[in-house]
């Protein structure tokens, strides 16, 4: 038998020094060699991002022969470039923040006593990188038993994948090739040059001005960030608030700290162009119809995403695509080709590491266990998928918006409860928030919830798992929280609903009931 040789594919990232070095190792062996393929494989998984590596693990697991193909770095976007690296720097952001403010707290530093080192903070965050990145591993997934192929994988015919020069065979195949930054189309922005969440991670230097363009929740998370570190920060926003995806007020919360902490918002904006003078960058912007310009040293671009659909052959095996919503897919995550599914990013419109794991197990059950084996289908229509953002305050939602279309067919409570009001909030000095849940009317079946808090993100998953299980709000009520913790607001959002069920009528009874009884 021809023994494969290695591939030597050297990847650098920025800055390679021992701790990108360990992570590429471990996501990218720049000698790793592709193994030889042997029959015909169960799954065929192209894309090493969240997706493709819960569906490989798991099938592989099950004794499916499975094939991995990754053509950049395993762990996809959210290990190297997205919520591992993010939360690495927003909670050294954090850190500076709670220094700056510890005077509140009966600790006095002078400014001249701190020395603030934002190489450090980043450095500390690629060294947690490289850690975690073991996990993520072309050597740990070896031993999972699934074959890892390095290189662009691309689709020849209706069963065969290949990639490296090597031609794989599939029964089934999986697309999990993902998103990338998507960039406006502003003249001169190209040439000037700027960031995205894949290049932000590898600054080693603090730019003194950023400017920001989206409002979203990378924008609203990396303007926070850096304005703590100590950057003047320009916030630019089409719409007239941050985050326009949620409910206004909430958004307004997180707002209002971010100004308070120095973060200028240029809202109801437009970037027209951007030119270079020496190292700056100039913005020509207008803002409620007149024009103006901003002179930064760096420019974060965060808009959106885009599907990685190119390259991969999918018009030659029927694969229907667009190149903004990505691969189309049905409520089995199945393509127009039937033995080709999708998951992750590449095909649906939330675009989370949480979602991208729920559809891996779609996928596995609709692709390894058909319906006429009687063990069903699973469906993207049965998920619940919480989200949250990671500013401070958090916002953390789940199901639907009091402002969602679908809602209008839908008579809605709401009922809110204010951080202010909760013992633990006040003495951590957190109470800017509320906690907001909506139900059928009439009912106490909950259709959705936002809570915006500063550990909003960790305790969503109590709303979520009562619309998952079926149980309202009565249950929450019913139910013992531990005092004093900030999750006690959502028990008090529930009691509200409960003082709705205590009618006049009821009360009436009641007395007469106590009266007849004394």
């Not at 021809?2 to 990218?28: A, G, K, R, S, W």
């Not at 996990?135 to 490296?164: C, M, P, Q, W």
């Not at 649906?348 to 059950?365: C, E, G, L, R, S």
């Not at 009922?415 to 009317?441: M, Q, S």
Request: hydrophobic share 40%.
């Amino acid at each position: 038998m021809i023994q494969p040789t290695p591939l030597h594919h050297d990847v650098e990232i920025l800055p390679m020094d021992e701790f990108n070095q360990e992570l590429v190792n471990n996501v990218h062996p720049p000698q790793w060699t592709n193994p030889t393929p042997d029959g015909k494989y169960n799954l065929v998984v192209i894309g090493a991002g969240t997706a493709g590596l819960i569906t490989a693990a798991v099938a592989a697991a099950l004794g499916a022969k499975v094939a991995l193909i990754e053509r950049h770095l395993m762990g996809g976007d959210c290990l190297n470039v997205g919520c591992v690296p993010s939360k690495g720097i927003i909670r050294a952001a954090r850190a500076w923040a709670e220094v700056n403010n510890a005077s509140e707290y009966g600790l006095h530093i002078s400014p001249e006593h701190v020395t603030r080192n934002f190489d450090v903070a980043m450095a500390r965050m690629r060294k947690l990188r490289a850690r975690i990145s073991h996990v993520d591993s072309a050597h740990r997934y070896k031993k999972l038993g699934v074959d890892i192929y390095i290189g662009e994988g691309k689709f020849t015919n209706a069963s065969t994948v290949e990639v490296a020069g090597q031609t794989l065979t599939f029964t089934k195949a999986v697309i999990c090739t993902g998103a990338r930054a998507a960039a406006p189309p502003i003249q001169g922005l190209e040439d000037a040059g700027y960031l995205t969440n894949e290049t932000i991670f590898s600054l080693t230097t603090l730019p003194p001005r950023l400017a920001v363009i989206g409002a979203g929740p990378i924008g609203c998370e990396m303007a926070q960030s850096f304005v703590r570190f100590g950057s003047q920060v320009s916030l630019f926003e089409r719409s007239d608030h941050i985050l326009p995806r949620e409910d206004a007020d909430a958004a307004k919360v997180v707002q209002a700290q971010m100004a308070k902490e120095g973060v200028s918002f240029i809202f109801n904006s437009n970037v027209q162009r951007v030119e270079s003078r020496g190292t700056e960058k100039v913005l020509h912007y207008e803002e409620d119809g007149q024009s103006h310009e901003l002179v930064v040293d760096e420019i974060l671009v965060g808009i959106g995403r885009a599907p990685n659909v190119e390259g991969l052959g999918l018009d030659l095996v029927g694969v229907e695509f667009d190149q903004r919503a990505g691969v189309k897919v049905n409520d089995k995550l199945q393509t127009s080709n039937p033995k080709i599914y999708a998951a992750g990013d590449i095909c649906f419109p939330f675009k989370f590491t949480h979602t991208a794991d729920a559809m891996a197990q779609i996928v596995i059950q609709n692709a390894l266990f058909p319906h006429p084996l009687g063990f069903g289908y699973a469906s993207t229509d049965s998920l619940i998928i919480p989200w949250c953002t990671f500013t401070e305050p958090e916002i953390a939602h789940v199901g639907l918006y009091e402002h969602d279309p679908q809602s209008k067919n839908i008579e809605i409570d709401t009922f809110t409860f204010p951080l202010h009001e909760v013992d633990r909030a006040i003495l951590d000095g957190e109470d800017e928030g509320f906690a907001r849940v909506h139900v059928k009317k009439g009912t106490d079946t909950i259709l959705g919830a936002t809570i915006v808090a500063a550990h909003a993100g960790d305790m969503i998953s109590e709303f979520t798992l009562a619309m998952k299980a079926g149980v309202g709000l009565s249950t929450i009520t019913g139910t013992i929280h531990p005092y004093p913790t900030q999750a006690e607001v959502i028990k008090k959002v529930a009691n509200a609903w409960r003082k709705t069920t205590f009618t006049d009528g009821k009360k009436q009874f009641l007395k007469k009931l106590f009266a007849w009884t004394r």
